[in-house]
């Protein structure tokens, strides 16, 4: 069964994992490469389904009808 744990990508390239882990044979593992915490917080959070979304969005959002249904919450002119 896959098995998932954290472990640290040195200034050498070399990744070292917890103490806690030992392998009894050569295994396949992946590696994905996180981002830093600060990185992450600069970074406007876009999901992707609501760039997936925005062209059908937009085209519902320009309708007649849509106009109409929202014309109560735009100020006079």
């Known amino acids: ?3 998932t744990v954290e472990a640290v990508v040195d200034d050498d390239g070399y990744i070292r994992l917890p103490d ?3 392998l009894k044979r050569d295994q ?3 590696v994905t490469i996180l ?3 600060e990185e992450r917080a600069s970074e406007p959070q ?3 389904t609501a760039l ?3 062209e059908a969005l937009a085209e519902d959002w ?3 009808e849509e106009e109409e ?3 109560h919450l735009q100020p006079d002119p």
Do not use: G, H
């Open 28 to 30: 396949r593992v992946l």
């Open 20 to 22: 806690s882990i030992s």
């Open 69 to 71: 249904a929202w014309a």
């Open 46 to 48: 876009i999901t992707e």
């Open 1 to 3: 069964m896959p098995k």
């Open 35 to 37: 981002e830093e915490e």
């Open 52 to 54: 997936l979304s925005e």
């Open 62 to 64: 320009t309708r007649e």
